[in-house]
């Protein structure tokens, strides 16, 4: 539900709040509270990923009535998932016995209804997550004439006992940004795994590889640079990679030379220790993908890969980091970032965020 203090308009048929400053436009769900769409408005580009299937707000879905979005636990998000959305409290998928109470892939934070009201300068937008006794928040400001948009959250334990919880970034890259062969990554990671990898000709990732980012080993043995994306015909994967211990901040920089904008997020390390890649390059073939979806995910948060709770309570480390975070009884905790987006003719090898509206790129 929205405040009434914010004006309401829709979005690729999505109900939906705004703001904007004259650089940037952004773009809140109403349901879900995905960030739709980060506009950069001088280029007209929006980095995140739009799906090629049509959205729907997800109270309205039902496996009878919308085969065409699957039929799992995934599907309900699937049919509503747009840009960058929250996971929580799951990363990853859910048990038999979830998926039959109701619960869907990467937690209910991505298909609750959300309270959004207006503050100076931005918005704040809220949920309650009644099956995993939570509540979210998520603060966003703008600024005129930046380029940086502030993001803050709290997530807060409503229940008298400890938990334990995945909480993750999924912010998803798409086409105009996201070019075969074109757009340039850069991140400061240091210890890596592929996770999941599937592709055709050998030249794909090569799946349970460990290595240092950025060179994965690839099925033929070769190596792949996963600083620029894939050209492969069609692929997929996912792969993890552990943000350099000795920064207190991190980030992912993205570049694409034909839209030459540059756009990113820069965190606190020790809130979200992890990025994950994903990738789906006209792989997947069952409904809703259907061999047409192209995207990157660069997924930040405190798990590193997309498993069940029970899985991710037990893997509890890799590469001597925790793989999920506490949040303990009737209590609140937090993080801050920051995505950035502007006009660029190349892409830095550091980015720096002074806490406020500002970055610093480094070349």
């Not at 099956?131 to 005129?144: C, G």
């Amino acid at each position: 539900m929205l405040g009434d203090a914010m004006p309401q308009t829709t979005y690729r048929n999505r109900r939906c709040v705004q703001i904007e400053t004259g650089m940037v436009r952004l773009t809140v769900l109403a349901e879900g509270g995905h960030i739709a769409e980060i506009l950069h408005k001088p280029s007209g580009v929006n980095p995140l990923w739009t799906p090629p299937w049509p959205s729907i707000e997800p109270s309205t879905y039902s496996p009878e009535k919308n085969p065409e979005y699957g039929a799992d636990a995934e599907s309900k998000l699937l049919a509503g998932i747009m840009g960058h959305n929250i996971c929580m409290d799951i990363f990853g998928g859910v048990s038999e016995e979830e998926a039959a109470a109701g619960l869907t892939v990467h937690g209910e934070a991505a298909v609750a209804p959300y309270d959004i009201e207006e503050t100076e300068g931005g918005l704040v937008a809220r949920a309650e997550l009644p099956n995993a006794q939570l509540r979210f928040e998520r603060r966003i400001q703008l600024a005129p004439g930046s380029p940086v948009i502030r993001i803050a959250e709290t997530v807060e334990n409503l229940s008298a006992t400890d938990r334990p919880i995945g909480w993750t970034q999924h912010v998803t890259l798409g086409p105009p940004f996201l070019q075969k062969g074109s757009t340039e990554f850069r991140m400061p990671a240091t210890h890596s795994k592929v996770c999941l990898a599937g592709a055709s000709g050998g030249k794909g990732m090569k799946a349970g590889a460990e290595f240092d980012w950025p060179l994965a080993p690839r099925e033929d043995g070769g190596l792949v640079d996963m600083r620029v994306f894939t050209d492969l015909p069609a692929s997929s994967g996912y792969s993890t990679h552990l943000m350099d211990p000795s920064r207190e901040q991190v980030f992912f920089a993205a570049f694409s030379p034909s839209c030459r904008v540059l756009f990113g997020y820069v965190w606190n390390r020790k809130d979200f220790p992890w990025l994950g890649i994903w990738e789906e390059n006209h792989y997947r073939q069952h409904a809703p993908w259907n061999g047409r979806t192209l995207t990157r995910g660069m997924e930040f948060g405190v798990s590193p890969v997309p498993e069940t709770r029970r899985q991710m309570i037990e893997r509890g480390v890799l590469f001597g980091e925790k793989t999920f975070r506490w949040i303990p009884a009737r209590t609140k905790v937090g993080a801050e970032y920051c995505a950035f987006i502007a006009e660029a003719e190349s892409i830095p090898e550091e980015v720096v965020w002074d806490g406020e509206y500002s970055v610093y790129q480094k070349r």
